[in-house]
């Protein structure tokens, strides 16, 4: 991320603040932007930058967004500011190739079913004007706005779609802004119709498949189906309905209402954590997590709630394998305050669930009932990390057991198959003087490939 030209951008913005605020809101508008207290003496303009520049190079994406939300800018600057945020996430690639082609085959296509939510998806990701309305020659308004009010809605066969994305910049645009414009436009806010969603949908995604990606339904709203521009190459399983983890013991569990999916624990419930509310297209976070924990829990200190949740699965991992509890404090050290956006570790979580041994199942045995961790992922992605000690892949005695090695392979496969996304970890690597920094740098590289942000 461009720190230098952020700031730059920032304190410009922040600056044109001072005149509509008073000596005595300045400390209330810099707690309300995430700023620095700023110091008694001097002008505003001195006081908010003294503040300003005692801000911290790795805060400043969450005063940008605090100031885009509560104090927006232009189309010009807002724009500037969002590509510099987004530039720390990857999204998947569109080449400009298939943004042509997605225009050459909407041509034909309706646009919008709603016009003025159209010009709403419009405002919100393009800059249809430098400033506001300029009026000029006859009181009409002059620029971009206007050209589309001429030539897509009262002329529509004046400008096909791959002219309306040329003039929005769509083609050079980034990754992410594009994909947000196709979200939008597959929505129901501008096609409330679930028919003409779908159809959209179907239209963009014969040119969008051939570079690897697609729009997919991964959620509803209102009664609607969402729709989010994916990688093909991430597989997913669809949504999870249950989370049953921090158990390192089998769970006695029962279905309550099958038809439902309602699991019941038996027995030792305390022994055994089952997340059970919808998890979205944005994955699970440890904010989501605690706020579970703390309303299940009925912990109102949100303080008390994030230690108690940390010792709780903590607890659960297994106490012959410190380098899997190093692991799970490494990711918490390693992220501090940043944690809580980011996804949450959940530790020994049960894959498969057989009320039969393995010995009882016989050859139709399932190959792993639990992972060491997983992490549920923006965008469908599931994320396994298991730690490998000696017992993975050797005897006691420290021969090789060919036999459970092969399990292990056969396990990985299945599970990629799946959609899932498999690391492993060998316990030696986690017993280095280094061990924590290097979880930290897997971490960073994991959440930077997904376009996880990291501030």
């Known amino acids: 991320m461009d720190y230098m030209q952020l700031r730059n951008l920032l304190e410009s913005l922040l600056i044109d603040l001072k005149d509509a605020s008073t000596h005595t809101m300045l400390p209330i508008l810099c707690e309300e932007l995430g700023l620095p207290a700023p110091t008694a003496d001097g ?34 600057m807002r724009n500037q500011i ?48 430098a400033d506001n309305w300029t009026i000029l020659l006859g009181g009409k308004p002059r620029g971009l706005r206007a050209e589309i009010q001429q030539h897509v809605h009262r002329n529509p066969e004046d400008w096909p779609a791959e002219v309306l994305f040329d003039q929005l910049g769509a083609y050079d645009a980034s990754d992410r802004r594009f994909a947000l414009f196709l979200e ?61 983890f921090a158990s390192p013991y089998k769970p006695d569990l029962r279905f309550r209402d099958a038809l439902d999916n309602d699991v019941e624990i038996v027995s030792n419930a305390d022994k055994v954590l089952v997340y059970d509310r919808s998890i979205g297209n944005d994955g699970l976070c440890w904010n989501d997590l605690q706020q579970w924990w703390s309303e299940t829990r009925q912990i ?7 230690n108690t949740l940390y010792r709780r699965l903590r607890a659960s991992l297994p106490g012959n394998s410190p380098p899997q509890m190093l692991f799970f404090e490494a990711f918490f050290e390693g992220f501090s ?119």
């Open 184 to 244: 939008g436009l597959a929505s129901a806010d501008v096609r409330p119709d679930e028919a003409a969603q779908h159809h959209f949908v179907a239209c963009v995604n014969e040119p969008l498949r051939n570079c690897g990606v697609e729009l997919r339904e991964t959620g509803s709203e209102g009664g609607y189906p969402t729709f989010s521009l994916v990688s093909l190459h991430a597989a997913t399983k669809g949504r999870p309905k249950n989370l049953i």
């Open 82 to 129: 969002q590509d510099i945020l987004w530039s720390n996430s990857s999204y998947p690639p569109i080449p400009k190739r298939y943004r042509r082609e997605v225009a050459l085959r909407l041509n034909s296509e309706e646009l919008y079913g709603d016009a003025r939510r159209f010009d709403e998806l419009l405002e919100c990701l393009w800059i249809l004007d």
């Open 337 to 455: 305050s940043a944690v809580p956006q980011l996804p949450a570790l959940l530790p020994e979580v049960w894959l498969h669930w057989d009320p039969r041994t393995v010995k009882e199942r016989g050859p139709d045995a399932l190959l792993r009932f639990r992972m060491d961790f997983l992490l549920l992922l923006p965008q469908g992605v599931r994320v396994v990390i298991e730690v490998d000690g000696k017992h993975h892949y050797a005897y006691a005695s420290g021969s090789a057991d060919v036999r459970r090695y092969a399990q292990m392979v056969q396990a990985d496969r299945e599970l990629k198959l799946a959609g899932y996304e498999v690391f492993r970890f060998g316990a030696a690597e986690l017993q280095v003087p280094t061990a924590k920094s290097n979880v930290k740098a897997f971490f960073e590289a994991l959440f930077k490939r997904y376009g996880v942000p990291m501030d």
């Open 43 to 76: 002008s505003k303009r001195e006081r908010l930058t003294a503040s300003f520049n005692a801000l911290a190079d790795t805060e400043l994406p969450a005063v940008a967004r605090k100031l885009l939300e509560r104090h927006p800018p232009n189309a010009t």
């Open 300 to 306: 109102a200190d949100a303080t008390m709630a994030k």
